[in-house]
């Protein structure tokens, strides 16, 4: 049992020391629930949604449309209505939005209000604030919007809405928060707007245009690329839908049933759109037993996942794998960890741009555990060791409180007080990112007999309430 006390920031991790053969369900899908509530939003009608995250970055959505003039409700049968005010029906929001700690929030709803004839302001928290904004402000600028951002790429962003103009844009990095973005901002465009993706990234915006009857066209280009023409000034249809469960919160238990010894766990009702789930792909080529059973297609694919106890070998991650799991990279480096042999990964730069630089944070981490690692420009190496279970943690708790406090026996004579603080042991820190905290937690669970501090874990809310209390249910 994971003990945790209201609002604490930090957990203290003991390693486990049994098999897990568990059935458990994630919430929502993060991407899907932020894109049914804008575009349920500026439909014509009304919207029933089954099984929305509930997730800060979420609820900061629901927030967002609720400013913005939109009837949102939760029915008696836990769905979520959404009474649409149709393309044009927003209302200028009398104060900022906040869009918290999320990247989704703020470059698709820039879309939305760019083509709205009135002035909004969008800031998150600092982490959100310092994430680059330059790849939507350039091409919403070019459609002939009014948009402006600290030193022109930084939270936060105003916008004064006008008439916008269809554009041709290949976006140059792969982004579905940008391809989303001038989705969004192509609805309220004169003319076609027409995206050019080169590598293909995921596709809700997309299928969620399908489901609401939208004019637009996607085409497969002979590079492997993409090409979205979407009509301006259409009209948005109402829709009914169950939203499955989030592939990238089931990662997190995948990695746990794959590297605990013995283990058998299943995760119910999960979002395989072929985009997310690269994970699942790389996992194969180290040879995980993955299982995927029930699979259907519902308004997007879903199926139950089941990961067993396997031992691994390592991979290389190239820039072409890099889209389909960009979200997963944090878990991987934990996954890769126990893996035989040296993983490398390459052509993942944008992990740099993250809720954090994940780059950075993984190595860190890592090698604070006393795995080794190292950074890459754009990506990271890891040697994988699956005896590394039972031997990590160089020191005990007694020889690293020396350590630290040697440190800070400094010239001056005073005590650095960040020092002084590290002194009670061990410890590791999320910097601030949902990903790199649960990663760490699963990271420590593994560590039989060992036991890890895990810091500033409170940004696990961004996407993740209540993954304490499903890690309880399993382990208990
Ligand atoms: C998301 C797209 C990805 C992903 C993010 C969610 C989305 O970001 O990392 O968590 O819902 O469109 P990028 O478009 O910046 O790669």
């Known amino acids: 049992m994971i003990k945790l006390s209201t609002g604490a920031n930090s957990v203290l991790i003991k390693g486990l020391d049994k098999p897990l053969k568990s059935e458990i369900t994630v919430p929502a899908d993060k991407s899907i629930s932020h894109r049914a509530i804008m575009l349920g939003s500026i439909a014509n009608g009304n919207s029933t949604i089954g099984r929305l995250s509930v997730s800060r970055d979420n609820l900061a959505t629901v927030a967002a449309f609720r400013k913005l003039g939109v009837r949102i409700e939760a029915s008696k049968e836990y769905k979520i209505k959404v009474h649409g005010n149709g393309l044009y029906g927003l209302k200028e929001p009398l104060s900022v939005i906040n869009t918290y700690n999320s990247g989704t929030l703020t470059r698709l709803i820039s879309g939305i209000l760019a083509g709205n004839d009135f002035f909004s302001v969008l800031s998150g928290d600092k982490y959100l604030n310092s994430r680059p904004m330059a790849r939507i402000i350039n091409p919403l600028s070019l459609m002939g919007a009014k948009i402006f951002g600290r030193k022109n790429n930084y939270p936060p962003l105003s916008i004064i809405g006008s008439k916008l103009n269809a554009i041709y844009y290949d976006v140059p990095i792969p982004s579905a928060q940008v391809k989303s973005c001038l989705i969004f901002a192509g609805l309220y465009a004169d003319g076609n707007t027409v995206i050019y993706e080169k590598n293909k990234t995921r596709d809700h915006t997309e299928q969620f245009l399908s489901l609401q009857d939208y004019p637009f066209t996607e085409e497969n280009t002979a590079d492997g690329g993409n090409i979205i ?189 960040t020092e002084k603080k590290d002194a009670s042991g061990f410890y590791i820190k999320s910097y601030g990112d949902h990903r790199i905290a649960m990663s760490m937690i699963i990271l420590a669970l593994l560590l039989k007999n060992k036991e890890t501090e895990v810091k500033d874990i409170r940004c696990i809310n961004t996407s993740f309430p209540n993954f304490f209390n499903i890690l309880n249910s399993i382990i208990d």
């Open 229 to 417: 023409n979407i009509k301006g000034g259409g009209e948005l249809k109402p829709f009914n839908i169950e939203i499955p469960g989030d592939f990238s919160s089931a990662a997190f238990f995948i990695a746990l049933g794959l590297l605990l010894k013995d283990s058998e766990i299943t995760i119910k009702d999960v979002l395989l759109n072929d985009r997310r789930v690269g994970l699942i792909n790389v996992l194969k080529r180290m040879h995980a037993n993955i299982e995927i059973i029930d699979y259907r297609k519902d308004f997007e694919k879903v199926g139950t996942i089941k990961a067993s106890y396997s031992k691994l070998s390592a991979t290389n991650i190239t820039e072409e794998d890099v889209p389909d799991m960009i979200d997963e990279f944090p878990i991987f480096a934990v996954i890769a960890s126990f893996a035989e042999g040296i993983t490398t990964v390459h052509g993942a730069k944008e992990l740099r741009v993250k809720e954090t630089d994940r780059i950075k944070a993984v190595a860190a981490n890592l090698n604070k555990f006393g795995i080794k690692s190292k950074e890459y420009d754009d990506g990271f190496e890891i040697e994988g060791n699956p005896d590394y279970l039972g031997q990590l943690y160089k020191f005990n708790n007694s020889e690293r409180k020396s350590v630290f406090l040697n440190k800070s026996n400094n010239s001056t004579g005073l005590n650095n007080p």
